[in-house]
């Protein structure tokens, strides 16, 4: 499913992590000049003003902060961004000290300030993710599980079971976490650009809850970061630019969580054997497809799931808010299978395509494809 944009953007983003990783080496060996003026190391004919021991100490240490925070950000090191951004604050008060001479080291200090911003942005974030995941797996018991037996889906219906029998969980004990990461493209408008973007996501089956996290390439310059969460019954929705600028946050209206509860649903055939789970109920439509519903803290949904004759999941589609906000109607919401991946002896459909299937026509908004999956 990789594009050739993907692939370019991908390229392009190593080469600019590698340039800027460069400029922070490059910027901390001329603050070096300042400790040679001070130490009458060499000619620093440039330098009209003085610059005193002391000062040439500052302007070294400020360097070596440069420096090491370059080597942390090529060795991907979360605390990159707190030496860069130390070291800028530094940096500038020495080079206001000698305007005339060091005033064009302000440009290196301007892009590193906002690219660290960004990368403290990025770490806050991601420290965010990793406590909301821990609240979402804490109290999991995930030894001595059941093991799933044929008489144990004898009650959901004949299409159901096709479903269980084909995918292979028959046999195998019932999940209760789930860990996977994805890939694929999304835009935000029918005629918008497809912006690669990769995702991790963390469910807990037994107390249903999920908390997705995503990087989106919205240019060589510019990436986004989202995570939508369902947690205790409440969805909540989080979209930042740059790591750092809100252009979406929202949480704990019946929108957002009706909506969460939906794509719970939804994402339950990447771990089927959650079909077993008491806060779902199944009521057969047809020989090929059964409306399932969700119940989570008083609260439920509904949605059709479609199989193939075979037991192979085609499809679910539900009426959903197309968005947030008070104004936001019900629409059609359509999440179609194209692929199936066999992982840990369980079939899923690992490629799917997100569809609102609007009154002007179809918007497909996102293409995913399933790389990793991990259960307990």
Not at 66 to 84: D, H, N, Q, R
Not at 367 to 373: A, D, G, K, R, V
Request: proline share 3%; aromatic share 12%.
């Amino acid at each position: 499913m990789r594009s050739a944009s993907h692939v370019r953007l991908i390229k392009s983003d190593e080469t600019m992590k590698i340039v800027f990783g460069i400029l922070l080496f490059i910027h901390g060996l001329i603050h070096f000049m300042g400790f040679a003026k001070a130490f009458d190391f060499g000619s620093m004919a440039h330098f009209t003003k003085e610059v005193s021991k002391p000062m040439g100490l500052l302007w070294s240490l400020t360097g070596l902060l440069f420096i090491v925070s370059g080597i942390l950000y090529l060795m991907k090191k979360e605390t990159w961004p707190m030496l860069a951004l130390s070291a800028v604050v530094v940096s500038q008060i020495l080079i206001f000290m000698v305007w005339k001479d060091a005033k064009f080291g302000t440009i290196a200090n301007v892009v590193i300030l906002l690219i660290g911003i960004s990368g403290y942005g990025h770490h806050q974030f991601d420290k965010m993710i990793r406590t909301e995941t821990k609240q979402l797996l804490q109290n999991i018991q995930a030894e001595n599980l059941p093991v799933i037996s044929k008489a144990a889906i004898d009650r959901l219906p004949e299409i159901v079971q096709k479903w269980m029998q084909s995918s292979g969980v028959v046999g195998k004990e019932k999940i209760v976490s789930v860990r996977l990461k994805q890939k694929g493209e999304m835009r935000t408008k029918p005629e918008g650009k497809w912006m690669p973007f990769t995702a991790e996501q963390y469910f807990n089956v037994k107390n249903p809850a999920f908390v997705w996290s995503t990087k989106v390439e919205f240019n060589s310059m510019v990436n986004m970061v989202g995570r939508d969460k369902l947690i205790d019954g409440k969805g909540e929705m989080l979209i930042k630019l740059s790591n750092v600028i809100p252009v979406v946050n929202e949480g704990n209206i019946e929108k957002i969580n009706s909506g969460a509860m939906l794509r719970y649903m939804a994402e339950m055939v990447w771990f089927p054997s959650a079909a077993l789970n008491d806060y779902i109920k199944w009521e057969p439509i047809d020989a090929n497809s059964v409306r399932a519903t969700f119940t989570l803290n008083g609260k439920s949904v509904s949605g059709v799931y479609e199989f193939s004759s075979e037991g192979n999941f085609k499809s679910f589609e539900a009426d959903r808010y197309y968005g947030g906000k008070d104004d936001s109607k019900l629409e059609k919401w359509k999440v179609i299978a194209s692929d199936y991946k066999e992982f840990n002896g369980v079939k899923i459909p690992n490629e799917c395509s997100v569809i609102w299937k609007l009154e002007e026509g179809d918007f497909n908004w996102l293409n995913l494809e399933i790389t990793e999956l991990e259960t307990e």
